[in-house]
């Protein structure tokens, strides 16, 4: 701080302010005398329920398919894994509508595998499970970004180790990957959920706002913005504790204390 000048002093200040008077406006505009009423309500309850599905089924989703991928990356090299890698972190920058749109595009009606879906009836958009798909399309990236660097920083000895033991190839990845990136995986983990319950973009435009279906805590207070500023205040609330609860739980991961 001291190697600092006034004026940057000054403009790390005002940076500080920027990111802390938005907080501070919240909670001086939210209604504690109705929170009460307002979390029990039905917007937020319908809100929830829907969240509290598509949260934890999207992040398991993410586990499963996103491991065998974050350790494959982590154990090749190579133009393909390049590009693959590059592949995986498209989502992360993407307009979220344009993700919506090209989900739309794979997995709509008339979208590339939309009419071979419908003929055995599965009919994605506007449904929950087009809330789903959304989260895990958005979210995927940070978990296998997270757990690879875990498996990277696996020491060759540790995996040499392994195979003279007997442990065959398949078996590598649950046996030692998982058991030695736990931190890894767990942040990535927890990253992912909060990627998953802060969706909007791609959610609003693949699987529509339909309250009870398909309309999470972020679409709620979108909709509940234009009707009753009051209810989108305590949800946004409860996104940014929500929030803050990620930001401590990794805190070792995502802050480096100076030594």
Do not use: C, H
């Amino acid at each position: 701080m001291s190697s600092l000048t006034k004026v940057g002093r000054f403009l790390a200040a005002l940076a500080f302010g920027l990111l802390l008077l938005p907080f501070v406006a919240l909670l001086s505009e939210t209604p504690w005398s109705e929170l009460g009423s307002i979390l029990t309500s039905d917007t937020v309850a319908n809100a929830l329920k829907v969240t509290a599905i598509v949260v934890p089924t999207s992040t398991a989703i993410v586990f499963l398919i996103g491991t065998p991928l974050a350790w494959m990356l982590a154990r090749t090299s190579g133009p393909l894994a390049t590009a693959l890698r590059s592949l995986v972190l498209v989502p992360v920058v993407l307009p979220p509508v344009v993700s919506g749109l090209l989900l739309l595009s794979a997995f709509g009606r008339r979208g590339l595998l939309g009419p071979a879906l419908e003929s055995v009836g599965i009919v994605l958009p506007f449904t929950i499970g087009a809330t789903i798909l959304a989260a895990v399309f958005v979210a995927l990236p940070f978990y296998v970004l997270a757990a690879e660097s875990g498996f990277r920083e696996l020491p060759a000895t540790m995996l040499d180790a392994a195979r003279t033991l007997g442990t065959p190839l398949d078996r590598l990845l649950d046996r030692v990957g998982l058991r030695n990136a736990r931190a890894a995986v767990a942040a990535g983990l927890a990253l992912a959920a909060a990627r998953a319950l802060g969706e909007f973009g791609a959610t609003i435009t693949f699987a529509g706002n339909v309250e009870g279906a398909t309309r999470t805590l972020p679409l709620a207070t979108f909709s509940a913005l234009e009707q009753d500023p009051d209810i989108a205040r305590v949800i946004g609330l409860m996104l940014v504790v929500i929030s803050i609860g990620v930001i401590v739980l990794l805190r070792n991961t995502l802050i480096r204390r100076p030594r």
